[in-house]
């Protein structure tokens, strides 16, 4: 049995605590993310150990979520998700508490360590409560939200750190982990695991080689390469054409907000079968590629143009690949895979951005969006060449 064909429709309200959580990791993420230099104090003495406290976060995200996934599988989605939005309140406290350098570094890492057990949960769970024929648009709803958070996340931030320094940063994100804890707590049901069949390291190692894995996953890894990429470098490129600040930075609001827009009008679209994952997917990858080259342009529509088609092609990639995975994987293995999944998008994080600045330190960052534009380009060729030679094959969950 793949997806999850026979689960009834979700109520509303068993939906919004998942849709909670995903904006918690993201608003964590980018809120603690974007604030750290402007707000170093004694904490922050230097850019080695700002990058070091940046990678924290996604380092633990790389290491646990494929183990937080296939617990989730063992014990039940949702007492990792409970536990794992716990900790993250927990370890938000820590810092909030004890406001010390120290405690700094041990609060970003048990933030990342938690956001590793309730993210893969919460998408499980997407799945679970869902029926197949309601992926897309369960999906689309819960990157969204998450959208919002990586939208909200540097402004909302840097308005407490200004207000209260980072201490009051880290009580609220006590607070709403606390706080959506206790929500999923009461409204998202129990979600009994499913007995599952013994599994070897092989037949692991061959589901995730299989193309209904490897597909959707790459252009997922994509999509947040462009995404960071785009938060990271647009800024960059804004300052070399002459724009200020709040240009730049309102170019990276819009590619976030296109993103978070487009995400439930997709998955609207593949339950209604206006769109296959795999046309979906393929055309995702051209449009975001399509955004790079336009953020080749040295000027303020080249850079509001890259950030809107990035943010445009984001959005639609993003629900149709956890669509397509939910619909290729035994149910009972749900949470290993959206573990692993995840573990490629956070690896489409740190390779995107390592990339484009390895091209534009040789050349200049223009020769860096278009070798990320090339990488993507080539992915949706290849998913279009796929598609036009099997036409009536079945695959990545169409």
Request: one cysteine or more; charged letters at 10%.
């Amino acid at each position: 049995m793949t997806g999850s064909a026979a689960a009834p429709a979700a109520p509303a309200g068993q939906m919004w605590p998942l849709y909670a959580a995903g904006f918690t990791t993201a608003f964590g993420a980018h809120g603690i993310a974007a604030s750290l230099g402007a707000a170093s104090g004694h904490a922050v003495t230097s850019l080695l150990v700002l990058g070091g406290l940046l990678a924290l976060y996604d380092g633990a995200e790389v290491l646990l979520k494929p183990v937080f996934g296939g617990l989730a599988d063992r014990v039940g989605a949702r007492p990792v998700l409970l536990g794992g939005l716990t900790a993250f309140a927990l370890a938000s406290a820590l810092y909030a508490v004890a406001d010390s350098p120290g405690w700094l570094w041990a609060a970003r890492l048990g933030q990342g360590a938690a956001a590793s057990a309730f993210s893969p949960s919460a998408s499980a769970l997407v799945a679970r409560l869902n029926p197949a024929a309601k992926h897309g648009r369960a999906f689309g709803s819960y990157g969204f939200y998450k959208s919002i958070g990586y939208t909200l996340g540097p402004l909302l931030g840097g308005v407490l750190v200004w207000a209260g320094g980072m201490r009051l940063l880290f009580t609220v994100l006590a607070l709403l982990g606390v706080t959506v804890a206790l929500w999923a707590a009461l409204a998202v049901p129990v979600v009994a695991p499913l007995p599952r069949s013994r599994q070897t390291v092989a037949d692991l190692a061959r589901r995730l080689a299989d193309t209904d894995f490897l597909a959707p996953t790459a252009a997922l890894a994509g999509a947040t390469a462009a995404l960071s990429v785009g938060v990271g470098f647009l800024p960059v490129s804004g300052r070399v054409a002459g724009l200020g600040a709040p240009a730049t930075g309102a170019a990276v609001s819009v590619l976030a907000a296109c993103a978070a827009v487009v995400q439930p009008w997709a998955g609207r679209a593949l339950d209604q079968r206006r769109l296959t994952t795999r046309s979906g997917l393929a055309a995702g990858l051209a449009v975001t590629a399509a955004g790079l080259a336009g953020a080749m342009l040295p000027s303020l529509a080249g850079v509001l143009i890259g950030a809107a088609v990035i943010g445009v092609g984001v959005g639609l990639i993003t629900p149709l690949g956890f669509a397509a995975l939910a619909a290729s994987t035994p149910t009972e293995r749900l949470g290993q895979t959206m573990g692993a999944a995840e573990l490629g998008r956070e690896l489409g994080d740190a390779g995107g951005p390592l990339l484009v600045a390895t091209v534009a330190s040789i050349t200049t960052l223009t020769y860096g969006f278009a070798a990320l534009a090339a990488l993507l380009a080539a992915g949706a060729a290849l998913a279009f060449v796929r598609r036009a030679s099997a036409p009536g094959e079945s695959g990545w969950g169409d």
